[in-house]
Nanobody, 120 residues
Framework: VQLQASGGGLVQAGDSLRLSCAAS????????IAWFRQAPGREREFVAA????????YYADSVKGRFTISRDNAKNTVYMQMNSLKPEDTAVYYC??????????????WGQGTLVTVSS
């Protein structure tokens, strides 16, 4: 599975963005997908994840209620709608694929990052 993240940009606090993670490979639908982010000088952190069916989702406490993850297996794409963005959401966002999803699992495939910058 090859992953391509996109949708990042420069926005103001309170604005919204939608990130996309497009996958190639016929086995995309068997993988759960997660989003991680890494801010300058900080460790990478888990943001959200969705199971292969879309039936289960997981969120970090810091984004719960503001971010929504979803997937369209027909389009081999996972989305993350980010609302009410805050300056502390500024980071490079990465999507990753794994057979098990959640903050505690390792992921097998990683995409390149997309930069989200939120100005105050």
């Amino acid at each position: 599975v090859q992953l391509q993240a996109s949708g990042g940009g420069l926005v103001q606090a309170g604005d919204s963005l939608r990130l996309s993670c497009a996958a190639s490979g016929r086995t995309f639908s068997v993988y759960g997908i997660a989003w991680f982010r890494q801010a300058p000088g900080r460790e990478r952190e888990f943001v959200a994840a969705i199971s292969w069916s879309g039936g289960s989702t997981y969120y970090a406490d810091s984004v719960k209620g503001r971010f929504t993850i979803s997937r369209d297996n027909a389009k081999n794409t996972v989305y993350m709608q980010m609302n009410s963005l805050k300056p502390e959401d500024t980071a490079v966002y990465y999507c990753a694929a794994g057979l098990r999803v959640g903050p505690q699992y390792e992921y097998d495939y990683w995409g390149q990052g997309t930069l989200v910058t939120v100005s105050s």
